[in-house]
């Protein structure tokens, strides 16, 4: 590797691109922050069968060894945070503050986590099995044992370019899989120095592998490849939609995170600071950029006037503006491209009729690809914005009257990730938690527990991530049965 170009991680060594380099650009200054290599399919396929190849001894490393990698890895990239966040913070646009502590930060506490040995073995209850057609009386003792899948793609989302790879790296690994990281072509280079840190801590050749580039054939490559036995993606859903059509014709095992359009529903007893503050999380965390945000905001009639115009107050105190500088909490979106998307998306909710109470233009900066904190109110369900994924710092607001229509609302959607439910009455917020179809709620909170189960219904995904439910995810199911 020579400046600033990155080199392909392969089998323990770095390569040089067979299809040469594309710039990453700096969201915030669109100035260029590196170049990163633009992969071959051959090349991908080099990747998979280099993990193939190590996933042999890899998966008969004793746990607490694959775990020990994992501990040291966490360590390495702790003794280099600050410029990892700072490179981080380039790629993607992220405040100084959600570069720290929500992408490096929690990257290194997600390799802790999975350094921490947990049982691979469940002894099931003996079955007393009469006399029969294939043998004597006799009880049969049983084992279920959670064994690794095998070879893993890890396609990863431009959001987090931290925290989204290593909560799939790190579980993988600690099962005994290896695995092959196509990062998102928008910030690439922080999934290298990941790497850097894993052949660091011993990692053997071929137990990670990256490849990156910015065409859809790098991604496509890693996924159809014969040595290719999981496919762990984060992303849009029209894409996880494509990837599960290869998947199925292989019988590839896949772990699925989409897209959201996580409702809030707001009834009129909630505590409004409290649901203010929340829902507000949507114009300042990444942007907007996260498919756990509460966009799709249902507010009970009676709070319905008072909510907007405490929702307006909020976006209005908010600083746009350089990410770098200490007060900014609303950052640039991923690229020009994306902030048309996101513009294209608040005039098509001004012709459907939606009321744009704050925001909808955008910020007098001269560099970078901001989008203002946007409110659009008057919204009826059946219009676009309310029920397509925007993506950026875009809120919308639908009054409802009751329970019952609150609940029917919020699951009129394709999507089912994360809702919220704000109500001083705490039996019916739980009892409307329950009947939300989403694959997590949180009540009068935006708050997640790290343990949790994380996934989604509907099109927002397939499988369930994170905590322990990670490491069952990234396994298959053994039975061992025996005569007592």
Sequence with gaps: MSGDEQWLFIGGSWVAPENGFYEVIDPATEGVVGRAPEASREQVHAAAAAAREAFETWSRTPADERAAVLGRAADIIQRNFVPYADLAQAESGATTGTARGMQVGVGVARFRRYAKVEPVEQPLPPQINEAGPFGKAAVMGALAVRQPVGVVTCI?????????????????????????????????????????????????????????????EVGEAAVDCADV????????????????????????????????????????????ESAVSGIGTTFSFYSGQICTAPTRVLVQRGVHDRLVEQLAAYAGYLKVGDPREQGTVVGPVISSAHRDRVESYVELGRKEG????????????????????????????????????????????????????????????????????????VARAFRVARRLRAGGVGVNTVGRNMEAPFGGFKKSGVGRDVGSYALHAYSEVQAIVWPG
Excluded: H
Aim: hydrophobic content about 45%.
């Design 229 to 272: 036995d999981m496919v762990s993606f984060t992303g849009s859903t029209a894409v996880g939609q494509r990837i599960a059509e290869v998947c199925g014709r292989g019988m590839k095992r896949q772990l699925m995170e989409l897209g959201g359009k996580g409702a809030a529903v707001v009834f009129d007893d909630a505590d409004l």
């Design 156 to 216: 990863t989302s431009y959001n987090n370019p931290w925290a989204n790879p290593a909560g799939k790296i790190a579980p993988a690994l600690a099962m005994g899989n290896t695995v092959v990281v196509k990062p998102a072509p928008q910030d690439p280079l922080s999934v290298y120095r990941m790497a850097e840190a894993l052949e660091a801590a011993g990692a053997p050749p071929g137990v990670v592998n990256v490849v990156s580039g910015s065409r859809p």
């Design 354 to 425: 939606a009321r744009v109470v704050t925001g909808g233009g955008r910020p007098a900066l001269e560099r970078g690809f901001y989008v203002a904190p946007t409110l659009l109110a008057d919204c009826t369900p059946d219009m676009r914005v309310v029920r397509e994924e925007i993506f950026g710092p875009v809120v919308v607001v639908v009054p409802f009257g009751d329970e019952e229509e609150a609940v029917a609302l919020a699951n009129d959607s394709d999507y089912g990730l994360i809702d919220y439910v704000w109500s001083g009455d």
